[in-house]
């Protein structure tokens, strides 16, 4: 069956250099749990190692965490993820690369277990280089049709290095991802300078690939601008069956 995909216009600019039981009583906890330590430290550089920690100062309810989990760039395995009362642990089934700067989001999935309250959405950025990659990408995602925000769509954005496989977005993951807000804006951080091929996914089974069947998508290239700049971009459709 076809469906009619929706014209993207994406504004953007790229910018270098055991069940728990919480205690009732007391005034009401209106604070969002925060890391008070980890391994990695954040922004460390020079990390080595496969096993990635993190210990909250509160107790914490993460039960979509291990599905939902984003780390960028992407890892070829899903990594296994545990959840513990005041604690996560991330174990990678992969050596992560060299001289690379690695963003997790941890994303609304981890809340407080008294009033729900959610992470702060900064997200948690470490090395294993000797520096932290500073370009970002950010922008607006809107209907064109209706001129509303396009409010849950995924922005993929690959390197320039992968635009020759056939594959993409159907079997590659991306070398980043982030969804828009509520408003339809996103902003990627921490970024390696350079070019890039992006697209934007109205994602429907969370594996960050596109279903032709029930998915929609949109693409256009984003070369590197110079600092900045800011670039209109008018995403083409592709149909999907």
């Known amino acids: 069956?076809?469906?009619?995909?929706?014209?993207?216009?994406?504004?953007?600019?790229?910018t270098g250099c055991a069940q728990k039981i919480g205690i009732e009583g007391g005034p009401k906890d209106i604070e969002s749990p925060f890391i008070t330590s980890s391994s990695p430290e954040r922004a460390q550089t020079n990390f080595t190692g496969t096993e990635l920690n993190f210990e909250f100062n509160e107790f914490i309810e993460a039960s979509t965490l291990p599905s939902k989990l984003i780390i960028s760039p992407s890892l070829s395995e899903k990594p296994d993820?545990?959840?513990?009362?005041?604690?996560?642990?991330?174990?990678?089934?992969?050596?992560?690369?060299?001289?690379?700067?690695y963003i997790?989001?941890?994303?609304?999935?981890?809340?407080?277990?008294?009033?729900r309250n959610i992470i702060d959405p900064m997200p948690f950025v470490f090395s294993t280089g000797s520096y932290i990659d500073s370009?970002?990408?950010?922008?607006?995602?809107?209907?064109?049709?209706?001129?509303?925000?396009?409010?849950?769509?995924?922005?993929?954005?690959y390197e320039q290095s992968l635009a020759s496989q056939d594959s993409l977005p159907w079997l590659t993951k991306p070398t980043y991802l982030i969804p828009t807000n509520?408003?339809?804006?996103?902003?990627?951080?921490?970024?390696?300078?350079?070019?890039?091929?992006?697209?934007?996914?109205?994602?429907?089974?969370?594996n960050y690939t596109y279903n032709e069947k029930v998915e929609l998508?949109?693409?256009?290239t984003l070369l590197q601008n110079t600092l900045d700049?800011?670039?209109n971009i008018t995403l083409k459709s592709i149909k999907g069956n």
């Open 229 to 231: 700049t800011l670039q």
């Open 182 to 206: 509520e408003s339809g804006n996103f902003q990627l951080d921490y970024l390696s300078p350079g070019n890039y091929l992006l697209y934007a996914l109205q994602e429907e089974d969370q």
């Open 135 to 157: 370009a970002k990408l950010k922008g607006r995602v809107i209907n064109a049709q209706t001129l509303e925000p396009a409010v849950n769509v995924w922005i993929l954005a």
């Open 217 to 220: 998508i949109a693409f256009d």
């Open 1 to 14: 069956m076809h469906r009619s995909l929706l014209y993207l216009i994406l504004y953007l600019s790229i």
């Open 81 to 101: 993820v545990k959840v513990g009362s005041k604690k996560v642990n991330i174990t990678l089934k992969e050596s992560l690369k060299e001289n690379t700067t």
């Open 104 to 115: 997790i989001n941890f994303s609304d999935n981890v809340k407080d277990i008294t009033e």
